[in-house]
């Protein structure tokens, strides 16, 4: 017999991305439902809460997880905040599911995971893309061994940064790092899930080089996997417009795709077999709302109390690769 309960929702931080993408897959999700809104203004608060319907509106953290007509709570405020918000969320009994980066450095990520695990609540963070149609195909096709032995990864997304609502982004106090943290992540998270493998080695080049105030700009990150496979990663806030493609490469055969970080849309996985004679031909995906997918599973994993791909210990390991990035920069 399926679960009549609906898992109640706070957002921490409502800005622009909760209030565009957040808040609509709560709405639309199965068994889910949006009651309550957390702003550092509380007339903003209730301004935003009125008008989309909201019941409940707060000014702090504190008040909104002590609320308990809340289940769990989106936190969706800058990096900074990330690890607090989530402490108070988790003692306050509250599941939590919280934007990447997961945090600020490995040590805030591990105290997350810990008090977690302790309250016993869910902890889950928002590599969303791990959920697409698109880059489960692509772990598919590489766990069959359609295209042979690994042997190279890569992974770039960029956009222009000027034009983002986040006007914090380049401030490494409250953002942690540049598009290592923001975008990178995306890609690192992207071939790790791909390949199935884990990280051994990382290197980047960052420019300009990071201060105590200000993130780089641009980054380009070389990996290297535990079966052998070189990556790479590259990321940047300076681009003349937004885009991203994945490319993994076996002794057999290439796997290929533009805009991979994309939702809401079709998008074709370009396959290509064969050596000397190349075979090439493409599969057409459908790509559903990522997010709602994200919102669905996390509320599923509630109520099943199951585990999820996007589990806060993943969310950890990532964070482990992204801080010696930052510290292994030429």
């Not at 061994?145 to 890569?154: K, M, N, P, Q, Y």
């Not at 884990?198 to 641009?218: F, G, K, M, N, Q």
């Not at 994945?246 to 996985?269: C, E, H, P, Q, Y």
């Amino acid at each position: 017999m399926e679960s009549t309960r609906t898992i109640r929702y706070g957002i921490i931080g409502f800005g622009y991305f909760a209030e565009k993408a957040i808040a609509p897959a709560i709405v639309k999700s199965a068994q889910s439902s949006l009651v309550a809104i957390q702003k550092r203004s509380l007339a903003a608060a209730n301004e935003k809460a009125a008008l989309y319907n909201i019941p409940k509106a707060f000014d702090s953290v504190e008040a909104l997880v002590a609320d308990s007509g809340i289940d769990a709570v989106f936190i969706g405020s800058a990096n900074c905040t990330h690890c607090p918000e989530t402490v108070i969320a988790a003692r306050a009994g509250k599941h939590v599911l919280v934007e990447k980066p997961m945090a600020m450095n490995v040590m805030e990520a591990q105290q997350m995971v810990d008090v977690c695990r302790e309250r016993n609540v869910r902890l889950a963070v928002g590599h969303m893309l791990r959920l697409s149609p698109l880059v489960m195909r692509m772990r598919q096709i590489v766990k069959e061994g359609r295209i042979g032995s690994l042997v190279r990864a890569h992974a770039e997304y960029f956009f222009n940064a000027s034009t983002s609502q986040r006007r914090w982004i380049y401030d490494r106090k409250v953002a942690g790092g540049g598009p290592v943290f923001d975008i990178g992540v995306h890609c690192l998270d992207t071939l790790r899930y791909v390949l199935d493998d884990e990280v051994t080695v990382v290197s980047s080049t960052l420019d300009p080089t990071p201060t105590a105030e200000r993130t780089e700009s641009i980054a380009q990150l070389a990996l290297k996997f535990s079966r052998g496979t070189v990556g790479s990663v590259y990321c940047s806030f300076v681009a003349p417009f937004r885009h991203s493609t994945i490319v993994i490469m076996g002794d057999k055969g290439v796997l290929s795709a533009r805009d991979f970080t994309s939702s809401n849309r079709t998008l074709r996985l370009s396959i290509t077999l064969n050596g000397e004679a190349p075979e090439e031909h493409s599969e057409d995906i459908v790509v559903p709302d990522l997010y709602k997918e994200e919102i669905e599973m996390f509320t599923n994993s509630i109520l099943g109390n199951t585990e999820t791909p996007l589990l806060g210990q993943n969310g950890l390991e990532n964070q482990k690769i992204l801080d010696t990035a930052l510290q292994t920069h030429q």
